[in-house]
């Protein structure tokens, strides 16, 4: 297994979740590791995205100032802490792994088994 996403489970609205993704050493030494997700019926989406090395970040709009992207390398983990989550948060979430620093899911080479997440009342 190089990339192991997990954390999902069903939250409130307004709650707080976070998800983990652990790799392997051989994939983590790629430089740029991202969180992508998909609703149902929707496609894939860009969450947020952080440097391996320098712990730069980029989230997208949907997200910005509610989730936080971090790393601890080493123990080969990036999380991806959920707050104040909203029932649009709702989706699959997945790690993937590349060397662009880049929204773009065609980007990442290596791609994890995702999580879902379910933000309900």
């Known amino acids: 297994v190089q990339l192991q996403a997990s954390g999902g489970g069903l939250v409130q609205p307004g709650a707080s979740l976070s998800l983990s993704c652990v790799a392997s050493w051989r994939t ?8 992508f997700r998909q609703a149902p019926g929707k496609e894939r989406e860009f969450v947020a995205l952080i440097r391996k090395s320098s ?52 980007d990442y080479k290596i791609w994890g088994q995702g999580t879902l997440v379910t933000v309900s009342s």
């Open 28 to 35: 983590y030494s790629s430089s740029v590791i991202g969180w």
């Open 55 to 106: 712990g730069t970040t980029y989230y997208a709009d949907s997200v910005k100032g509610r989730f936080i992207i971090s790393r601890d390398n080493p123990k080969n983990t990036v999380y991806l802490q959920m707050n104040n989550v909203k029932p649009e948060d709702t989706a699959v979430y997945s790690c993937a792994i590349g060397s662009s620093f880049s929204s773009s899911g065609s």
